[in-house]
């Protein structure tokens, strides 16, 4: 019996790491992937499309910081979509939009 036990705990702990962060099914990485480069950050926040240079997406970041990916995947691109995504900082990079910080996305997930 006692065995049985731990059996079924082992099962519900297993099912229940199944999705999300250890499960990893939800993550999308980008087609165009980050190259590595710039500091790594975690952000959350919302999508924005804004009228500026025939229109692009961004995202409002929840620390009040608006985010310029420069490879958001068409599935994420939904004003008004809340997301979370792992980037990367590109201090390097300039853009003619000028309206946040440009980074290059490395996974995204709708929250």
Sequence with gaps: ??????????LAAACK??????GGADWVVPTTPADGKGEQMHIT?????HEIEGGFYAIQGADGVTYDPTN???EFRHDGLAVEADARKRSDAMSIRQVGTIVDIERIRKR
Aim: charge should be neutral.
């Design 1 to 10: 019996m006692r065995s049985l036990v731990i059996c079924v705990l082992i």
């Design 72 to 74: 958001l995947p068409e």
């Design 45 to 49: 926040g919302v999508v924005k499309f």
């Design 17 to 22: 790491s199944g999705g999300g962060e250890a």
